[in-house]
């Protein structure tokens, strides 16, 4: 069953007869569509890219799908003008994975492993946010750790201070809406308009994001709605 419009996600959560000062800055989305997709034709809107996927669009929604056999997860991307802030919005299902990541990176940048500069992990019982520029995937961790380095204690420090973790709570049997913003060296999340994770890092403010895309881990993870904003 396709699902509901994404129009009320920035709705101000009611907390003691106030608004949560968290949500604030949400109310409003982003104002310049810059891509969406509501999945309403029989295959991929033109300015999606695929690989190592085999991502359909099936009853109204995207349906990504990895490879069986595959040594990566499915990717569905969707090049950008080269900017700083912006905001993704979709509705995902759990429907056999439990996990799915959207990832900004920029491809020209080269001090990280495929320009990765910052992502949202999302699972069934976890929020995970990183700065991938100065964290996980920084060619000085990266390249030590591919090549069967083991990371020292500081380095692991280091690296723990890139990302955040907040426990959370999804029924894989329904839909949910996810709001990822960034602006500055900040990125937030919401799902169904509850606060969902922050992070603050300098990574994060690479000014020329020109890429992003949606890892599939596995099979299958339901979008439908999905749109991405700037300022």
Known sequence: MKRNSLS???????????AAPSMLRAEEPFKTVLFEDDFSGTTLKEGWGSWKSETVVRDGVMVGIT?????HPSVNTVELPPLSDMEVAVSFKFAGSNRFNVMFRDLDYKGSHAGHICHVSITDTAVTLFDGKMGIFANEYYDKKKAGGKLSEEEN???A???SITPIEIDPEKWHDLVIRIEGDVIKVWIDGKPSGTLQSEG?????????NITT????VH?????????
Request: charged share 30%.
């Open 67 to 71: 490879p069986k056999g595959s040594d």
């Open 8 to 18: 009320l996600i920035f709705a101000a959560v009611l907390v003691a007869g106030e």
């Open 217 to 220: 881990v596995d099979r299958e």
């Open 157 to 159: 420090q280091t690296l």
């Open 204 to 212: 994060i403010a690479h000014p020329t994001k020109s890429n992003m």
């Open 161 to 163: 201070k890139k990302k």
């Open 223 to 231: 979008y439908d709605n999905f749109a991405i904003r700037k300022p």
